[in-house]
Every structure is written in C-alpha cells, then in structure tokens.
C-alpha cells in the first residue's frame, strides 16, 4: 500500500509540474507567457534556460516588433473595458525585465502618436490571441 501511495504522489507531482499553459516566442529572448490559465498571459525575457523575468503583466493579448522595438497591447488583469498599449526598446525591456520598474501604459491616441514620432507605423500586432482580445 506505502508502494501504491508513493508511486501516486510521484505521478502526481509530475502531472502537476507540466510549464507554461502559453510560451509563445516573439522574438530573441521575449515570450508571452501565462502559468495556469490564458488570463495570465504576460510579456517575458527570459536570457537563458534558468527562468523568465516578466516585463508588462497580465493580460497581454497581442504583440508585434521590428528591429528594435517591442509594441505591446494589454488589458490589465483582464479588464477588457480597458487597453494599454506599450513600446520598449529591446535594450530598456532588458534592462527593466523582473523589477519593479513599471512601463507607463498608452492609451490608443498616445501610441498611435508614439508610432508617427518613432516611425513604428509599418510595425504591426504578429502575434495576436484572439479568445483574450
């Protein structure tokens, strides 16, 4: 019987260890990420095999790059009545990944102005989960 329950915790234990719901790379060493549910779904750098650092926190639902920029479309703790829109250097999203440093969210009027400024207008929104739109 100690044999039995033993081998049930084992198999247990490692059923409940499975990863990421969602790791989708974006590119280099950023993902969208989310632990248990979808609802989780964060931007992360993650520089090597040891783990990820988040950067903008749950509910990103779409992302996009070119060769130095980062566009970001969240809704905060998936309040869809609500979206924020961030752009990150590489360099700055590295820098900031797993501290307290917060980005400050754009609403669309901002980002759109930020896109014209940085000439970002070409870069669009790849990677896009629809069910957390």
């Known amino acids: 019987m100690k044999k039995y329950l033993l081998l049930m915790s084992i198999v247990l234990l490692l059923a409940s260890c499975q990863g990421f719901v969602i790791q989708e790379h974006i590119v280099d060493k950023y993902y969208l990420q989310a632990t248990d549910i979808g609802e989780q779904l964060c931007l992360a750098y993650c520089p090597d095999g040891n783990g990820c650092f988040p950067i903008i926190p749950e509910t990103v639902f779409a992302a996009g790059y070119n060769e130095k920029y980062i566009i ?3 809704h905060p703790n998936n309040n869809r009545s609500i979206t924020n829109y961030f ?3 590489f360099a700055e999203a590295k820098e900031r990944a797993g501290k307290d440093c917060l ?3 754009l609403t669309l009027e ?3 102005k930020q896109q014209k400024l940085l000439h970002l207008e070409n870069v669009k929104f ?3 989960f629809k069910e957390l739109e």
Do not use: D
Request: charged letters at 20%.
């Open 103 to 105: 980005f400050i969210p």
């Open 72 to 74: 970001v479309k969240q």
């Open 87 to 89: 752009i990150l250097t």
């Open 110 to 112: 901002e980002f759109e």
């Open 126 to 128: 790849t990677t896009v």
